[in-house]
């Protein structure tokens, strides 16, 4: 894969983030087609779960980033904890999506583990 697919002034198109940005597109909407099966009532839960989803990745990401790689409330805790461009972990995305659905599932009165399995199913995407 080509490290930088283009560059158009000082904006970068990142291979690795479009690939990412492709899977997740894909990823919800097959959610999206199964809604109904999981047990979201309506559209608005559907958006709400999109955003716990990716809330939830990106606060996962960024918690387990900081535990791993820096010491607490040193300067390069700060720096990558506001950081746009690095501090993140994959790993700690997938702990921080079961939290984050859990949660919306408690709060919307839906089945936990329906749901975990169609977004289980999507997640390689």
Request: net charge positive; aromatic share 16%.
């Amino acid at each position: 894969m080509r490290p930088v697919l283009f560059t158009l002034g000082p904006f970068k198109l990142y291979g690795y983030g479009a690939m990412i940005v492709l899977g997740g597109a894909a990823a919800f909407r097959f959610l999206h087609a199964r809604r109904r099966e999981v047990g979201l009532r309506s559209d608005e839960d559907f958006w709400l779960l999109v955003n716990v989803i990716l809330g939830a990745g990106f606060l996962g990401g960024r918690a387990l980033f900081l535990l791993e790689y820096t010491r607490w409330f040193s300067r390069d805790f700060w720096r990558a904890a506001f950081s746009l461009s690095e501090g993140f972990s994959v790993l700690g995305a997938f702990a921080g999506v079961p939290l984050g659905l859990w949660l919306f599932c408690r709060a919307r009165e839906v089945a936990f583990l329906r749901l975990l399995d169609a977004v289980c199913v999507m997640a390689p995407l």
